[in-house]
């Protein structure tokens, strides 16, 4: 650890908290950043996936809080609001669960296979840990969905939460690391890019479900949800085969991009 220059004055409080930072960089600077995410998402797939399976689970989060609030106030379930409320605590379970399970796994695994690959770690070895939550996600998707349109004790609908919570924190946890590792030196741009689509996906799907749940009933909305739900977690295994090689095609971009970030890397 480096020693503190003590020479150095500290920032009084109201400087280290203010909402705004000032800074001497050119505005041309600051203002390729609006527009160098969505260029980032155009041209590197992976972060496409990892943008739109990011912001799909949170929209099939949004989903499930969504029609618990138009179905569980009336029979045969007559909850109260602070039952419905609670409904979010199997979720709260699963993501708990979710991440004992990234902690455990996520570093052992990749040390694991760096090993069964003579040494050389690859980023895309994050995503195997994310193959379980992915199918966990859409399982329980599945098991809300269809049992809640079927009037189903509520403990079952229960389940389906919790198995969607552990789902959606560890296929996450799993992604959002990837990212990190894969594409770390426009990791910044990379994220608000990732950020966009995801708030995107959640606030459409806010809009879509009264409508879409009106349109086709509980039963069959969530089967199109649940099948929607398998197709975005199936996309993480091209990444997973052919990854690598889309990192070695877009070695000059990501150079390039990586030049053009706020702090510029010297690659």
């Known amino acids: 650890t480096p020693d503190i220059d003590q020479a150095i004055p500290m920032r009084s409080y109201r400087q280290r908290m203010a909402l705004v930072t000032p800074t001497h960089a050119p505005a041309k600077l600051f203002l390729r950043h609006v527009w160098q995410p969505f260029i980032i998402l155009a041209t590197f797939p992976a972060i496409t996936y ?15 809080n969504t029609t618990s609030a138009s179905v569980f106030p009336y029979p045969p379930y007559n909850f109260s ?11 709260f379970i699963g993501a708990s669960i979710a991440s004992v399970y990234a902690a455990l796994l996520s570093d052992r695994s990749i ?12 980023p895309e070895f994050r995503l195997y840990t994310a193959i379980f939550p992915a199918i966990a996600s859409a399982v329980g998707v599945f098991v809300y969905g269809l049992s809640t349109a079927h009037g189903m004790h509520w403990i079952i609908p229960c389940i389906g939460i ?3 919570g552990y789902g959606f924190v560890g296929l996450g946890h799993g992604v959002l690391t990837y990212l990190l590792d894969g594409y770390g ?13 995801r708030n995107i996906c959640a606030t459409a799907i806010v809009f879509a479900a009264t ?8 039963y069959d909305l969530f089967v199109c949800v649940g099948c929607l739900a398998v197709f975005f977690a199936l996309l993480g295994l091209p990444v ?3 990854g690598r090689s889309m990192r070695v095609h877009g070695a000059k971009r990501y150079m390039k991009m990586a030049r053009l970030q706020y702090d510029p890397r010297a690659l």
């Open 162 to 164: 919790g198995i969607f």
């Open 211 to 218: 409508p879409w749940m009106e349109a086709l009933g509980m």
């Open 50 to 64: 990892v943008a739109f399976t990011w912001g799909t689970q949170l929209a099939w989060y949004s989903m499930v």
């Open 240 to 242: 997973i085969i052919w």
């Open 111 to 122: 040390l694991w296979l760096a090993k069964r690959n003579n040494g050389i770690y690859e």
């Open 185 to 197: 030196n426009i990791a910044g741009d990379a994220l608000v890019g990732v950020a966009f689509v």
């Open 81 to 91: 609001t602070t039952g419905v409320g609670l409904l979010n605590l199997p979720a």
